[in-house]
T-cell receptor, first 116, second 111 residues
C-alpha cells in the first residue's frame, strides 16, 4: 500500500493570492490525481497529474487557475491561483498503483483551504 | 466516460433497521466500484470495493454490496444500523485510477 502526505493540512488565505499544495507518496505509483471537495459536496476530479508533461484537466478546470506539476513518480503540486472565496474547499491528492497487477487507489488527508 | 448515480441524497433509518444506499453505474467496460464513508470533518475511508472477483463484496463495519450487472447497480447494505453509522457515503467508479464519485448520500440514524 501507499501512504500519501499533503502540505499544508490547512490554510487561510486572502483573496487574490496563490497557494501551492504539495503531495508526497511514499512509494512509486502509476497515476496521480487532484480532487476538490467543496463544502457539503462530493469530490470532483480537477486533473490528472502527468509525470514530466502537462496535466490533463477536467471540464471546468484550467491550467491558469490550477497549475499542476509532477516532476517524478512520487511527488506532485497543485497551485490554486488568484484565489477567491469560491475556492474555499478541501483539496485532495490521490494516487493509483497498477503495478504488478494491483488496482489500488489511495487518498491523501486533504488540504482544507479557506479564502477570505 | 464512467459515472455513478446515487439515488437519494438523504436516507434516514432507525437504529437496528436495515440500511440500503443505492448506487447505479454507467461504464463501457467492466467497472471497478467502490463505497467510501466520510464522517464529519474527516477524510475518506474505504468501506469496500468490487474488482470482479465476487459479486457480493463484504466490507468493514458490517457493510456489504452486491454487484448486479443486469441492473448496473452496486447498492450498499447493512442489516442493522448503529448510531455510529451516521455519515456521508459516496459511491465511486474507477478506470485506472480515474475515479468518479457520486453526489453522496447522507445517512441519519434515529434512536
Amino acid at each position: 500500500s501507499a501512504v500519501i502526505s499533503q502540505k499544508p493540512s490547512r490554510d487561510i488565505c486572502q483573496r487574490g493570492t496563490s497557494l501551492t499544495i504539495q503531495c508526497q507518496v511514499d512509494s512509486q505509483v502509476t497515476m496521480m490525481f487532484w480532487y476538490r471537495q467543496q463544502p457539503g459536496q462530493s469530490l470532483t476530479l480537477i486533473a490528472t497529474a502527468n509525470q514530466g508533461s502537462e496535466a490533463t484537466y477536467e471540464s471546468g478546470f484550467v491550467i491558469d487557475k490550477f497549475p499542476i506539476s509532477r516532476p517524478n513518480l512520487t511527488f506532485s503540486t497543485l497551485t490554486v491561483s488568484n484565489m477567491s472565496p469560491e475556492d474555499s474547499s478541501i483539496y485532495l491528492c490521490s494516487a493509483y498503483s497498477g503495478l504488478a497487477g494491483a488496482n489500488e487507489q489511495f487518498f491523501g488527508p486533504g488540504t482544507r483551504l479557506t479564502v477570505l | 466516460a464512467q459515472s455513478v448515480t446515487q439515488l437519494g441524497s438523504h436516507v434516514s433509518v432507525s437504529e437496528g433497521a436495515l440500511v440500503l444506499l443505492r448506487c447505479n453505474y454507467s461504464s463501457s467496460v467492466p467497472p471497478y466500484l467502490f463505497w467510501y464513508v466520510q464522517y464529519p470533518n474527516q477524510g475518506l475511508q474505504l468501506l469496500l470495493k468490487y474488482t470482479s472477483a465476487a459479486t457480493l463484496v463484504k466490507g468493514i463495519n458490517g457493510f456489504e454490496a452486491e454487484f448486479k450487472k443486469s441492473e448496473t447497480s452496486f447498492h450498499l447494505t447493512k442489516p442493522s444500523a448503529h448510531m455510529s453509522d451516521a455519515a456521508e457515503y459516496f459511491c465511486a467508479v474507477s478506470d485506472m485510477g480515474d475515479m468518479r464519485f457520486g453526489a453522496g448520500t447522507r445517512l441519519t440514524v434515529k434512536p
